[in-house]
């Protein structure tokens, strides 16, 4: 019984938002985001971005199933630059300050340090 109220619960928390169970459905969220919002995307640039956030999600997937946890933090913010900068070599310089507008409104905000 105790086994089975954990395994429920192990599931039940990988479907929260903001748990690693979910990175897929994040990043397919974001990428929904930018083609829906950056409404001037050519049919060669939207074919791109959707190859970037694929790449991007394999790269993710790969990296969360190894590594440590501080490893794998500095590993995720490598893959976040690459595909930051091959989405900056898709778009032009105006979509591309809508599309950093678009990520800086994504990023939640920093919790506050507690005095302890």
Do not use: H, W
Request: negative net charge; aromatic residues 6%; contains cysteine.
């Amino acid at each position: 019984m105790i086994c089975f109220a954990l395994i429920a619960l192990g599931q039940t928390a990988l479907g929260q938002p903001g748990r690693r169970g979910d990175f897929a459905d994040r990043i397919d969220e974001e990428k929904k985001e930018v083609l829906q919002e950056i409404t001037d995307l050519n049919d060669d640039q939207k074919l791109l971005i959707e190859e970037v956030y694929e790449q991007f999600k394999a790269s993710l997937k790969n990296t969360m199933s190894t590594g440590e946890r501080g490893e794998m933090r500095e590993k995720f913010q490598d893959i976040k630059t690459e595909k930051d900068n091959a989405i900056k070599d898709v778009l032009n310089e105006d979509q591309f300050k809508l599309y950093e507008e678009l990520m800086q409104k994504r990023k939640p905000p920093r919790r506050q340090q507690r005095d302890e």
